[in-house]
């Protein structure tokens, strides 16, 4: 049963920091892994979806990387900004499913 | 492109009555659609797959008379969660795949904004 953990659950930064989001899975056998961005009482934004047999993503400052072998990911945002405050979700998509299992997530607040 | 709307977004339900959930693909046909359930702090969790025409798939540990999933074209599924009561109150979220990207790894889910349901 695949199990997704995000380290850490939360996280408090200064505006201008360069951060890392950490993602880990159990089963290595996935499709892709996503992650999204949720807003307090909102629903998903998807942020980059990294396939298989991608090594990274990147979107703007975003910056995704997946190394199945490790089972591991993470999102790096660089220069970050308040308005990047949010809940960050990790998401593993299944090999011969459409299911995703998603992680806690990692709430991430940005001061200015 | 690629929008998925829920409605609506906020119910509150006395004990008892019943709730209906509407899930649509705005520009886009979507063969399957998927529920998820979000408790406070907690991840989404896949309750059921919903498939056009044919009955949903349930996970492990939902109750299927409980949450009964109609997905009767091509562009809307509902959600009707029966007999509402108290620890049914969380946040649904639906997920539609685009009927032309078909089933292979490379397909997206697109997420809707949800719905918050508080059952008194």
């Known amino acids: 049963k695949q199990e997704v953990t995000q380290i850490p659950a939360a996280l408090s930064v200064p505006e201008g920091e360069n951060l890392v989001l950490n993602c880990s899975f159990t089963?290595?056998?996935?499709?892709?892994l996503q992650w999204f961005r949720q807003d307090p009482g909102k629903g998903l934004t998807s942020l980059l979806l990294i396939q298989s047999s991608q090594r990274e993503q990147t979107s703007g400052r975003l910056n995704a990387s997946l190394d199945k072998s490790s089972g591991r990911s993470t999102l790096y945002i660089a220069a970050s900004q308040p308005g990047d405050s949010a809940t960050y979700l990790c998401a593993a998509r299944q090999g011969g499913s459409e299911k995703l299992v998603f992680g806690k997530g990692t709430k991430l607040t940005v001061n200015p | 492109g690629a929008v998925v709307s829920q409605h609506p977004s906020r119910v509150i339900c006395k004990s008892g009555t019943s709730v209906k959930i509407e899930c649509r693909s705005l520009?886009?046909?979507?063969?399957?659609m998927f529920w998820y359930r979000q408790f406070p702090k907690q991840s989404l969790m896949l309750m059921a797959t919903s498939n056009e025409g044919s009955k949903a798939t349930y996970e492990q540990g939902v109750e299927k008379d409980k949450f009964l999933i109609n997905h009767a074209s091509l562009t809307l599924s509902t959600l009707t969660v029966t007999s509402a009561h108290p620890e049914d109150s969380s946040f649904y979220i639906c997920s539609a795949r685009d009927r032309g990207s078909g089933s292979g790894k490379y397909n997206e889910q697109f997420f809707g904004p949800g719905t918050r349901l508080t059952v008194l």
């Open positions: 520009d886009f046909q979507a063969t399957t």
């Open positions: 089963d290595s056998a996935i499709y892709n």
